[in-house]
Structure formats: structure tokens, C-alpha cells
């Protein structure tokens, strides 16, 4: 279809209000509104359109292809307030699911022409033009027939009038509704027309699911289902979303339509079978695993259509960067980078970098003047050297080898700054990174300013300005970050996954929306990860200084712990100065143990802050306990009732302490409960 920008109607932003009610208007009235709703008055688009012409208020475009079709409407790029006011307003209002054909076919009944107009019937095979003769409502198709002249765009094979009218014939002149875009009028009397089919097009092709008229119809169907797939639309549109969140996403998609096809064949089977046959009862438990597996796919999809959960939970990103290893000459290289060579600075760096002790071996430098290039010529074992300077950069910093990246001079000097819309700044894969003494400003991001996907990474005397997330540290990840500073995520300022490491030692975490998000709890498999906070001063966040998300399951769990306290000893504390004595301790002998150890940190005037840290053990031991218990119960219930306790007991290496939370909106420490 052809591009340009498309007015759908004159919609205001309070087009978000609640839908009007319906009863008690007259014809002439809803007609009218229907139109001032759909309708944008001719000045707001005076500029926008090469067609425009009197008494039209939409612009025109014309397919591609070697046959020369008439102009049709051009309704396809509408703004998601327009459809959003359309869909609350106009079609489904209150509607319950299994109550959307109903709902349309009403609106459609009141704006749509009934015959007298032409259409493009469009399919992924060819193009015809028809004419329409009736439309069918409640079926939501419309009642064609062939125009004369014939036109027709095929595909794969020439479309004869003679075998078009026999596949009419077949489907009974009937066309679904969504497959017929309307050719283009400039009178004005076939705009409803247009933008009332684009609707329909639209909500069956994007938003949706054949499995939504079997949910449950207690809630209201455009809240639970339409604004937060038309939301997730439009973020994907405008790159809101990240890429292989969006890749995800259409994957779950096609499981889930093929997981609900199979389901509905072997419904149909089932009602064919005889009684109590033993095919039936075979049939039937396969048909509960289906419906099992969909029952999770649909949340998963739930998940990444809730703009809050979507950045809750985000998303394990599989890093495809490969490791180049070792030079085959087994030479390791240092890259310098600098916009300008000046012989001070050349002789700044021999001394302090380059030449530090009499060498055995020669050294070989390489220059470069970005460090996005000195990166990308990195192998296993180089360091990079980046000189005082503002450096641009419109790349993803891909680091899969364990190199060093090294800032020569105060992070302020050296200014690594990201522009152009991408997923991430910096992606870590190596077994062994280390970055130090660099300031990393993000723009037009759509992930976080560093993704640590495996391997430890250790971050050092950095500053960090973010724009989305800030640091995230994936499953079998680890992060050491100490002396940094990290502001202005809109997201979480570090966000640690289940199953890896953290440790983070005097850093200053601030200005973000939390500060630190404890995610993903939805897979009880996964482990708690091992936290390690220090002296770090996490303050002025919007939300929490430190959040855990946990499903609501714990909670449950947690008010049966009481008559089980042989369980909460399943559990191996690891502090900084024991690491190689490790104990089963209670959960109470930890907080106690937790406090003791702030003491030796804080004066009486902190005691909000020894309360802050007690409260992040607390959460993070009840989780790990809770989630232990249900490993040993899953297991006693395979039989396995001799399970070693150490097996058992999920480790998590604790230590919390010296830390402050200051000025945070809701708080030191909060969980979100899903």
C-alpha cells in the first residue's frame, strides 16, 4: 500500500473518555455522532493529501501492478487515538466477547452503504475488482459481482473472467468484509463506507484471537483485550518495543493458533467417537495437555500485551554474537582510540598505558578514531584505550571476547554517547569483560544502556545515563559493578534475572523509576540469583529503592510456612567474611545476622536504612524458601522422598549491608505480586 499519512476522523485526545451510553438515542442522532466520530473536519487536513477535493475528507492511492485499478480510500495508517475512540465509542463499547460480531454487525448496519459502491477484492493470490449488491450483516460479507471491464492482478496464474465467476459461483458471491477495500469516491458519500470496512479490517487481522470467543465472559472485552493489543500495535510501530520481544511475540502467536487448531480437531473428533471407547479416553488426555499447553501460551501473550508487565517480566533475549578467540598469530593488540592524535597525549599514553615496565615482547597499537570500530577489531585478550573526548556512535557495542575497555582519564572526559534508534548500547557475551573510567549517555533506545547475556562483566568508576533501562543482567550472567554512577532509566535503573550474579559495591542508583528490579519469579525452575549490595546509596527513584517480583503463589505459600520450620533451614547463607564456612541458618538468625552486620556500618541516625536492608534479605530468603519447597514437594510427589537437603536448598549467596535508600517515592523495598 502506498505511504503517506492518513486522517481517519476528528478525534481529540479526550476521545479516551468513556463510551457514551446508547440507549435512549434516536437514529438521526447515533448516525450523526457515528459521523462527527469517524469524521475530521476538512481544515485539520488541508495539508496532507495530494487528492484532496471537495466534499472527501480522506486521501487516495493507487495498487501496484501492471493493471491500472481506479484510486481506492487509503484508511490504513490511522492514529491509535482514532481507532481506539472508534472501537471504545462506536463498535464494541461494554460488549462481551462472545457478543463482537453482534456489536459490529450493529455498527456496521447504521454507517455502511448497502450497495451501489465498487471494492478491490484483495487476497494474498490476486487483486478483482467488484461490485457490491447487498451486504450481509450479521455474516459480515458482502454480496459482489464482477464489474465490467473486467480487471484483474494475479500472482501466479492469469484469472480469467470465466474462472473468476466460477469461484464466485463457489463462494455464493459472499466476500468477508475485511477483503474488500473501497474504491475511491470524491463526492464524500462512500467515507463512512471506507473507514467503517477499514475498522472491521483492521480489529479481525490485528486484534482478534479465534480463541477469544471461548474466554470468559465476565469482564469487558474492549479493556481486557482490545486497547492492550492496540497499545502493543502501536508501541511496535513507533519502536517501542524491542525486536526480539516482537519476534517472540508473533512466535507465540503462531504456537498458539496451531496449539487451538489442533484443539478444535480433536474436539470435533471426540464428539464423532463412541462412548467410553478407549480412543476417547486417549483423546481426551491428549486434549487436556493441549489445552494445558495453550492455557500458557495465552499468558505469555497476555504478559507482552500488558505494557506493565511486558516491562516487569521483559524478555529472555538470546545474543547471536559470536566469539572471534584468539588471533591466530596469538598476538593480543591495544586500541587506541582518539578523534585527534596530539604528540602530549601520544607521550601521555607511552608513559602511563603503553610503556609502563620494560617490555620482553613488542606491543602492537592500533588507532582508531571511534571506539565502535576499535571494538569491532577486538579479539580475545585486546584492550582498548579511549582518549578524553565526545565520542557519537549509532552501533550496538557487540562484545563477545574478554577484552578490556578502558577510559584514559575521569568518565566525565570520555563521553561515549548513542544516537539512532536500536535495541541496545552495549551487549556482553565474554567470558571476562572489563569496562572502567567511561561515561555512556543513551538516546533513542528501546532496551537498556548495557545487556549482560553471559559471562562477567565488571563495570568500574563509570557513569551511566540512561534513557530506557539501565544495566540488566541475564540468567547464568554476572555483573560486578563498583564506584558507578547510574541515573535517569524510565524503567528500572538494574534489572536482575533469576539464576545469575550480582555484586555491587558503592554506587550511587538514582533518578530512575526504581532503582533495582528483582524479575522474572514466573518460572519456578529458575533460581533465585546470588546479590551482593555494598555501600551503595540508591536514592530519588520515582518507585522503590529495590523491587522483587514474585507471582502470588509465595504469598500463598508463605502463611503455611509457619507449621514447617525443619524447611526454613534449607537454606545456605554465604556472607563476605564466611563465604568458605557457609551454615543453615533460620530465617530468623538472618535478619538478626543481617542487622548485626549494619551495625557495624551505621550510626542510631540509620537505623531507617538498617531496616531497608533487613527487609531485601527477608523478601529474597522467603522467596528462595518458598521456592525450594515446592521443588522438594514436586519431587516427593515422583516419588523421590530421600532428596539431599543440599540438593534441595536453594543457595543464594547474601550480602546486604552498608546500603542506603534515601528519598525514594514509595520506599526502600516493595514487591510486585502478579
Known amino acids: 500500500m502506498a505511504n503517506g499519512l492518513v486522517t481517519g476522523g476528528g478525534l481529540e485526545p479526550e476521545a479516551m473518555a468513556p463510551a457514551p451510553e446508547r440507549t435512549g438515542w434516536t437514529a438521526e442522532e447515533e448516525t450523526a455522532s457515528l459521523e462527527k466520530g469517524l469524521f475530521q473536519d476538512e481544515d485539520s487536513c488541508s495539508d496532507c493529501s495530494d487528492h484532496e477535493k471537495a466534499g472527501t475528507s480522506l486521501r487516495s ?37 462472545s457478543e463482537v460480531r453482534e456489536f459490529t454487525a450493529e455498527f456496521l448496519e447504521k454507517v455502511l452503504e448497502p450497495s451501489g459502491w465498487r471494492a478491490v477484492w484483495h487476497t494474498n493470490v490476486f487483486e478483482v475488482l467488484v461490485e457490491v449488491t447487498d451486504v450481509d450483516f450479521s455474516g459480515l460479507k458482502a454480496v459482489v459481482r464482477l464489474t465490467k471491464p473486467y ?34 469516491d470524491d463526492s464524500g458519500a462512500f467515507d463512512q463506507t471506507a473507514l467503517a470496512m477499514e475498522h472491521v479490517r483492521f480489529f479481525y487481522q490485528n486484534i482478534w484471537r479465534s480463541w477469544d470467543e471461548e474466554e470468559e465472559d465476565e469482564y469487558d472485552y474492549f479493556v481486557r483485550c482490545v486497547e492492550p493489543r492496540l497499545r502493543l500495535h502501536y508501541d511496535i510501530l513507533e519502536d517501542r518495543v524491542p525486536s526480539g520481544l516482537i519476534v517472540d511475540y508473533r512466535n507465540l502467536l503462531s504456537q498458539c493458533e496451531e496449539s487451538y487448531r489442533r484443539f478444535l480437531n480433536l474436539r470435533s473428533s471426540l464428539s464423532n467417537c463412541s462412548s467410553d471407547s478407549e480412543q476417547e479416553n486417549i483423546s481426551m488426555v491428549e486434549g487436556l495437555k493441549l489445552y494445558s499447553e495453550m492455557e500458557q501460551l495465552k499468558q505469555k501473550l497476555k504478559l507482552i500485551e500488558n505494557p506493565l508487565l511486558r516491562y516487569v517480566f521483559g524478555y529472555q533475549k538470546n545474543s547471536n554474537i559470536q566469539a572471534k578467540g584468539i588471533r591466530v598469530s596469538g598476538q593480543k593488540v591495544t586500541h587506541v582510540v582518539s578523534s585527534t592524535m596530539m604528540s602530549g597525549l601520544l607521550q601521555a599514553l607511552l608513559k602511563d598505558k603503553l610503556c609502563q615496565e620494560p617490555c620482553k615482547e613488542e606491543i602492537e597499537i592500533q588507532f582508531h578514531n571511534d571506539p565502535l570500530s576499535a571494538i569491532n577489531a577486538c579479539y580475545e585478550g585486546d584492550s582498548v584505550i579511549v582518549c578524553p573526548g565526545h565520542y557519537v556512535v549509532h552501533g550496538t557495542f557487540s562484545i563477545a571476547d574478554s577484552i578490556e575497555l578502558e577510559g584514559y582519564g575521569l568518565p566525565d572526559d570520555i563521553v561515549i554517547e548513542k544516537r539512532g534508534k536500536g535495541d541496545t548500547f552495549v551487549d556482553c557475551t565474554g567470558a571476562d569483560i572489563k569496562i572502567s573510567s567511561i561515561k555512556f549517555v543513551q538516546h533513542g533506545a528501546v532496551e537498556g544502556i548495557l545487556s549482560i547475556h553471559s559471562g562477567k562483566t565488571t563495570l568500574e568508576n563509570c557513569v551511566l545515563q540512561c534513557e530506557t533501562t539501565g544495566v540488566t543482567v541475564r540468567t547464568s550472567a554476572e555483573l560486578l559493578m563498583k564506584n558507578s554512577d547510574l541515573y535517569g532509566a524510565k524503567g528500572a535503573g538494574i534489572e536482575i534475572y533469576p539464576g545469575s550474579k550480582c555484586t555491587l559495591s558503592d554506587n550511587g542508583i538514582h533518578h530512575c523509576k526504581e532503582g533495582i ?12 540469583p546470588r546479590i551482593a549490595m555494598m555501600n551503595n546509596v ?23 510456612a509457619q507449621d514447617e520450620s525443619e524447611e526454613n533451614k534449607a537454606l545456605k547463607i554465604q556472607t563476605s567474611g564466611e563465604v568458605g564456612a557457609a551454615e543453615k541458618v533460620d530465617l530468623e538468625e538472618l535478619i538478626q545476622c543481617a542487622a548485626g552486620q549494619m551495625e557495624l556500618y551505621a550510626g542510631p541516625d540509620l537505623s531507617e536504612q538498617v531496616e531497608g536492608n533487613c527487609e531485601i534479605i527477608n523478601e529474597l530468603v522467603a522467596a528462595s524458601t518458598k521456592k525450594g519447597q515446592m521443588k522438594k514437594k514436586r519431587l516427593s510427589e515422583l516419588g523421590i522422598t530421600q532428596a539431599d537437603d543440599n540438593l534441595m536448598s536453594q543457595e543464594m549467596f547474601v550480602s546486604i549491608v552498608g546500603n542506603q535508600f534515601r528519598w525514594n517515592g514509595k520506599g526502600s523495598f516493595g514487591t510486585f505480586l502478579f
Open 517 to 528: 528490579l528483582i524479575k522474572d519469579f514466573l518460572d519456578e525452575h529458575y533460581d533465585i
Open 151 to 184: 480487471l484483474c492482478e494475479s500472482r501466479v496464474s492469469s484469472f480469467t473472467w470465466e474462472c473468476m465467476s466460477e469461484l464466485l459461483e463457489l463462494k455464493e458471491h459472499r466476500l468477508p468484509l475485511q477483503e474488500l477495500w473501497v474504491v475511491f
Open 538 to 560: 540508591i536514592h530519588n527513584n520515582d518507585g522503590y529503592g529495590v523491587v522483587l517480583v514474585k507471582p502470588t503463589i509465595f504469598s500463598d505459600l508463605q502463611e503455611n
Open 61 to 97: 492511492f493507487v495498487l501496484e501492478g501492471k493493471t491500472l485499478f481506479p484510486e481506492i480510500f487509503q484508511t490504513s495508517q490511522l492514529l491509535f487515538y482514532e481507532r481506539f475512540r472508534a472501537y471504545q465509542d462506536y463498535i464494541l463499547a461494554d460488549c462481551k466477547a
